[in-house]
């Protein structure tokens, strides 16, 4: 594995067992061996560790704000974004196939791996040892957040808007499909009854379709301040 040494420093952790890190950062399309079980684990563990320090944090939210908070830090985007900061990406094993798509940069991929290195440091070092960890990576993302502050994504808030004055709720299309495989931008329209439909893009349609229900909710003027 490519350097793998640097890639241990970088994180500040070093295993005993190399062998469980190799492990998780092994998708599937690269053999048998691969980092499934590792990310079943470290999604747990990850929970746990986000959500009692949530617990902590805030003593006077609901179970219900509890677990938006959580949702939001421990989202497959944001993950992504932690495993690309600490360079997972330029060590994980893919097959021929998913390397040729770009599989390294595809957020799912090293969202999944970041967990199964989670996953790895418990199985190496135990429970205090991951949630260290856990908590060096998430310490400012959970030094910010601001549970004062609407933080529901964009298809949430035009749902929510539209139940509460009784109306049906929007429909998403996809309306066009452009770039290379590995490359692609789609284009997703948003409809709301009464309302011309409007259009957005993004690198994936679940980014496309934030994107248009963000640009009807500006529409709509129905954002909550």
Known sequence: ????????????YQPD???????????RSFGRDNNERLEFIGDALLDL???????????????????????????GDTLAIIGL????????????????????????????????????????GGFEASKAWVLSLFESRLAAINPNVNTKDAKTQLQEFLQAKK????????????GKQHQQIFTIA??????????????????????AAYAMMQKLHAFKR
């Open 49 to 75: 560790v986000i959500g009692a320090s949530l617990f902590e944090r805030f003593p006077d939210l609901a179970e219900g704000e509890l677990s938006h908070l959580r949702s939001i830090l421990v989202k």
């Open 167 to 178: 109306h049906p709720l929007p429909s998403y299309h996809l309306t066009k499909t452009q």
């Open 1 to 12: 594995m490519k350097d793998f040494q640097a890639l241990l420093s970088c994180i500040n």
């Open 190 to 211: 948003c409809r709301v009854e009464g309302e011309d439909p409007v259009e957005a893009t993004g690198t994936s349609k679940k980014l496309a379709e934030q994107n």
């Open 17 to 27: 067992n190399k062998a469980l890190f190799e492990q998780a950062l092994t998708h």
């Open 85 to 124: 900061e600490i360079g997972l990406d330029k060590y994980i094993r893919l097959g021929l196939g998913e390397k040729k798509s770009g599989g390294a940069k595809r957020p799912s991929i090293i969202a999944d791996a970041f967990e199964a290195f989670i996953g790895a440091i418990y199985l190496d």
